[in-house]
C-alpha cells in the first residue's frame, strides 16, 4: 500500500496521493473540519438505551 503514496498519478495533475490531499487541505480548510453532530448517536439511540436499562 505505501507504493501508491509515493507514485504520481495523473488524476491528479502528477501530484501523490499526499500532495493532493495536502493541496486541498490548505485550498478548502472547511472540508476537513468535522461536524460535531456526526459524532451522536442515531435516531433510535433512546430505545435502546431504555431497553438496556430494563434487562438490567
Do not use: C, D
Request: aromatic residues 16%; glycine residues 6%; positive net charge.
Amino acid at each position: 500500500m505505501a507504493y501508491n503514496f509515493a507514485k504520481r498519478l495523473k488524476g491528479i495533475k502528477g501530484k501523490t496521493p499526499w500532495q493532493f490531499i495536502l493541496n486541498q487541505w490548505t485550498i478548502h480548510l472547511e472540508y476537513f473540519i468535522p461536524n460535531p453532530n456526526h459524532f451522536l448517536l442515531g435516531l433510535n439511540s433512546y430505545a435502546k438505551i431504555l431497553k438496556e436499562a430494563v434487562n438490567r
